[in-house]
């Protein structure tokens, strides 16, 4: 017997991998201007919509669209697959406060200003 394609959830884990990749290229991305300095005109923009993400409290727009997916796909609990098990937990903790939310900010802001220091100051 064949089962049916669960689309909508493999959409929502597609959207979660996304928003990963784009928090760890919001963290590290600026290493990456050491060896190609034109990805600032995308770093910058992300970095700076990370750090007011995290210093607003607002909620990312790719929340709601894998919430939809979620909902659509009939899941209501996290499975024990990988994407459910690894990544969700670090892109949406169970002890996230804003005074946490703030701390993250801030370290996101650092990395990249020591980045940028490094890539537009000192290796010139």
């Known amino acids: 017997m ?7 959830a493999i ?8 928003h990963f ?23 910058l923009p992300a970095v700076l919509w990370g750090v007011v993400i995290e210093f607003t409290g607002w909620i990312c727009p790719l ?3 894998e919430n939809s997916l979620r909902e659509q796909a009939g899941l209501e609990m996290y499975d024990g697959d990988f994407v459910m098990r690894y990544i969700m937990p ?21 990395i990249n200003i020591i980045c940028y220091y490094y890539v537009f100051r000192i290796k010139k």
């Open 2 to 8: 064949q089962t049916a394609i669960n689309w909508p």
């Open 11 to 18: 959409a929502a884990d597609f959207i979660v991998l996304l």
């Open 21 to 43: 990749a784009f928090v760890v290229f919001v963290l590290l991305g600026g290493v990456l201007l050491i060896w190609w300095r034109k990805l600032v005109w995308l770093h």
């Open 63 to 65: 929340t709601p669209y």
């Open 90 to 110: 670090v892109l949406y903790p169970e002890d996230l406060t804003r005074p946490v939310q703030i701390v993250l900010g801030l370290v996101v802001l650092i």
